[in-house]
């Protein structure tokens, strides 16, 4: 079946401008996960739901940053007033739904890299 | 709290060629500890991984242990092929809480013929 699928594959903005970035999840998998790579680190955590609801936003580097997502299924990473140091590949991840104490695999998609001029 | 410290890269190997690329990690109770793998234009992609302490996860020739005593879980590979060139994530998940993972900064092996 289909895999995880992100949009764009790339956007460049200038700054000051807002971003949308998309992520199609593997259906039926409830969880869902945003990461981000910037240039020369490892993947940062941002946020993840379970289902329609985002238990902890902590992770989210700043105000600007927010994301939703409705149905249990597509959901947006949104980035307002961008800034040079949120360029960057953004990347989703879906999984079944957690369950305590067990892991279920992550699934990536192919990121959405992010030039903010 | 949770982190990841791996092997700087990049690594150059010719084919055969023996491969570790080290990983600790830091981490409170029991974590599980994943290897990802991301070819050439392609996603990140599960490539092995090992739940709790000695366990070994091993997939497509590579292994990694999991060592509690030294906190580490490397990645080896008795021969290496074209085919292997990729970046390499060593990463965890913490025992409680969401089911995120936390990263190393990536491990780039290029292997040449």
């Known amino acids: 079946g289909a895999g995880v699928s992100q949009s764009p594959s790339n956007k460049v903005t200038e700054k000051g401008k807002d971003v949308e970035l998309r992520c199609d999840p593997i259906s039926g998998h409830t969880a869902l996960y945003w990461y981000r790579q910037s240039l020369g680190q490892g993947l940062e955590f941002l946020i993840y739901?379970?289902?329609?609801?985002?238990?902890?936003k902590s992770g989210l580097p700043s105000d600007r940053f927010s994301a939703e997502r409705t149905g249990g299924s597509v959901s947006t990473l949104t980035i307002q007033r961008t800034q040079q140091e949120d360029s960057a590949v953004y990347l989703c991840?879906?999984?079944?739904?957690?369950?305590?104490?067990?892991?279920?695999?992550?699934?990536f998609g192919p990121g959405t890299r992010l030039t903010v001029l | 709290g949770n982190s990841v410290t791996q092997m700087e890269g990049p690594v150059t190997l010719s084919e055969e060629a023996f491969l570790t690329i080290n990983c600790t990690y830091t981490?409170?109770?029991?974590?599980?500890l994943f290897w990802y793998v991301q070819y050439p234009g392609e996603g990140l992609q599960l490539l092995l991984k090992?739940?709790?302490?000695?366990d070994k996860g091993s997939n497509k020739g590579f292994e990694a242990t999991y060592r509690k005593e030294t906190t580490s879980f490397h990645l080896e590979k008795g021969s290496v092929q074209v085919s292997d060139s990729a970046v390499y994530f060593c990463?965890?998940?913490?025992?409680?809480?969401?089911?995120?993972?936390?990263f190393g900064t990536g491990t780039r092996l290029t292997v040449i013929p």
């Open positions: 990463a965890l998940r913490g025992q409680t809480g969401a089911n995120n993972l936390f």
């Open positions: 090992a739940t709790k302490a000695d």
């Open positions: 739901f379970q289902g329609n609801s985002a238990p902890d």
């Open positions: 981490a409170t109770g029991y974590p599980s």
């Open positions: 991840a879906s999984s079944l739904a957690l369950i305590l104490l067990s892991y279920n695999e992550q699934f």
